[in-house]
């Protein structure tokens, strides 16, 4: 199984700031790699797909970078609604689409 | 719209069977894999399996031995049976939407349901 692995667990930050979430995979997965944000009580919700492309309807603040085994999400400025929980996940090796542990972005 | 919605029971007593379904409205049923994943309280998510729309599944490893999928589609639902539960199957479990395309996310989830092991 292709292990996920990220970056920090958990991260304080202020509205405005620009942050960063980093995801390591075990091997290469070229740029199959997702990004979900998820709220306390609520499903994950896509925001970005194929490491960099932006799901329809997420803000453009939200961008992915990467390729191989190292991929980066960033918000460039962070809004109150952007304090959640941030999971990666690798969609190479079929069938099992694995996940990140999550990090949880908190409000400084 | 496409929407995913979770059905059962929330409470299951320990070695009895867990079962959920997961009802599929506003899109084409055909095409996808549609997916359980499951999330322990307060931890990460877990994928659990899927099924396509010929009945055609893949399960986790670790689940494979206890779990069964099946699919209805002409109501669009498909379930999910797990035998033999534990404190360790608590979980809230999610039904989700993946493309038949290799590589693609899970685009839509249902809101997800809490299931409590106990006696």
């Known amino acids: 199984d292709i292990q996920m692995t990220q970056s920090p667990s958990s991260l304080s930050a202020s509205v405005g700031d620009r942050v960063t979430i980093t995801c390591r995979a075990s091997?290469?997965?070229?740029?199959?790699l997702n990004w979900y944000q998820q709220n306390p009580g609520k499903a994950p919700n896509l925001l970005i797909y194929?490491?960099?492309s932006l799901q329809s309807g997420v803000p453009s603040r939200f961008s992915g970078s990467g390729s191989g085994t190292d991929f980066t999400l960033t918000i460039s400025s962070l809004q109150p609604e952007d304090f959640a929980t941030y999971y990666c996940?690798?969609?190479?090796?079929?069938?099992?689409?694995?996940f990140g542990q999550g990090t949880k972005l908190e409000i400084k | 719209q496409v929407q995913l919605q979770e059905s059962g029971p929330g409470l299951v007593k320990p070695s009895e069977t867990l079962s959920l379904t997961c009802s599929v409205s506003?899109?084409?049923?055909?095409?996808?894999?549609w997916t359980w994943i499951r999330q322990p309280p307060g931890k990460g998510l877990e994928w659990i399996g899927y099924?396509?729309?010929?009945?055609?599944?893949n399960y986790n490893p670790s689940l494979k031995s206890r779990l069964t999928m099946s699919v209805d589609t002409s109501k669009n639902q498909f379930s999910l049976r797990l035998r033999s539960v534990t404190a360790a199957d608590t979980a809230v479990y999610f039904c989700?939407?993946?493309?038949?395309?290799?590589?693609?996310?899970?685009?839509?989830w249902g809101q997800g349901t809490l299931v409590t092991v106990s006696s």
């Open positions: 996940q690798q969609s190479s090796s079929t069938p099992m689409y694995t």
């Open positions: 091997q290469s997965i070229s740029n199959y």
């Open positions: 099924i396509d729309y010929s009945g055609n599944t």
């Open positions: 506003g899109g084409s049923f055909s095409g996808y894999y």
């Open positions: 194929a490491a960099s």
């Open positions: 989700a939407r993946r493309s038949g395309v290799a590589g693609l996310p899970f685009d839509y």
